[in-house]
């Protein structure tokens, strides 16, 4: 059986993010987008990292088995306060509560990255914990927030890439992108070793 060669390989992002999507976009890079369709439920002692990872396999694995000659990306974010993993909020009254828990802290937000492609056996999995110091927010700042961008499908219920920069004191990380849903460093690099041509 013969297979493509790896430059000319289908690239397909394992995700529905519409934040992912603009983030590979920047690549200049062809490429599909895939539901993943995982159970994302949390398993028992399972840490923020240790989610954001396996989950980040499980959907880059999904894809792959139905896109078997491409060259596949899963990633996940799960937002970590002191080992506690915060998810989407999907409601602003969850949002809130999200908020009033993480001002005035800092919160780890662990980007988890795999690339795959099954035609090759390639698998290989990455992350990127970005550090992120809330400010001391009053309820009136985060009611303000929340009506203003409304980031109910945002770990941690802030978009830093909007608004929600104002809510925070710093950002400590060595992969920028990767706050906003996929680190592009590492992704550049993953995929170079999946054998994926870039610049």
Known sequence: MNHAPPASRALVLGS???????L?????????????????????????????????????RAVAQRHPEAIVIG??????LD?????KPGTHARAVEQLRRMRGRTVVFQTALAVACQATG????????????FRDLSDAEIERYLLAEQPYDCAGSAKS???????????????????IGLPLIRTCRLLREAGLVLP
């Open 16 to 22: 529905t993010s519409r934040y992912r999507r603009e």
């Open 24 to 60: 590979l976009s920047r690549l200049g890079l062809p490429f599909e987008v895939a539901a993943p369709d995982v159970d994302e439920t949390t398993l028992p002692a399972e840490t923020p990292a240790a989610l954001a990872t396996r989950l980040a396999l499980a959907k880059a």
């Open 75 to 80: 990633s996940d974010q799960v937002a970590d």
């Open 83 to 87: 080992g506690v993993p915060l998810g």
């Open 122 to 133: 390639f698998e290989a999995h990455d992350l990127a914990a970005v550090h992120v110091r």
């Open 161 to 179: 890439e909007g608004l929600g920069i104002a809510l925070l004191d710093r950002i400590d990380s060595d992969d920028p992108t990767a706050l």
